[in-house]
Nanobody
């Protein structure tokens, strides 16, 4: 049983800040990489940021220096701190859990789980 529940979305003015939270199942949180993706109307879903179980992070160029992803293993929660928000950041933000199993002598199998999304609107 895997469940991802996002929260923290809302309306904010340009230049403002917002923090998103994603609560995950304790069963998978410690071994899955976690990430945030976003999708604006009429556009594809794009990567925002990811963090591995070991704490390694990766960011889209458009959010570097403004967004910070982090995880609290004790709470099974991943966060996305968003600062200096711009109107182009407006989108539905989705939490993702990803894991690939297998190796040199085993077939690779990818697992992906998604939350239902939370709306972020940046407007004056």
């Amino acid at each position: 049983q895997v469940q991802l529940v996002e929260s923290g979305g809302g309306l904010v003015q340009p230049g403002g800040s917002l923090r998103l939270s994603c609560a995950a199942s304790r069963t998978i949180f410690s071994i899955y990489a976690m990430g945030w993706y976003r999708q604006a109307p009429g556009k594809q879903r794009d990567l925002v940021a990811t963090i591995t179980s070991g704490g390694s992070t990766n960011y889209a160029d458009s959010v570097k220096g403004r967004f910070t992803i982090s995880r609290d293993n004790a709470k099974n929660t991943v966060y996305l701190q968003m600062n200096s928000l711009k109107p182009e950041d407006t989108a539905i933000y989705y939490c993702n859990a990803h894991r690939t199993t297998g190796g040199s002598y085993s077939p690779l199998v990818a697992y992906d789980y998604w939350g239902q999304g939370t709306q972020v609107t940046v407007s004056s």
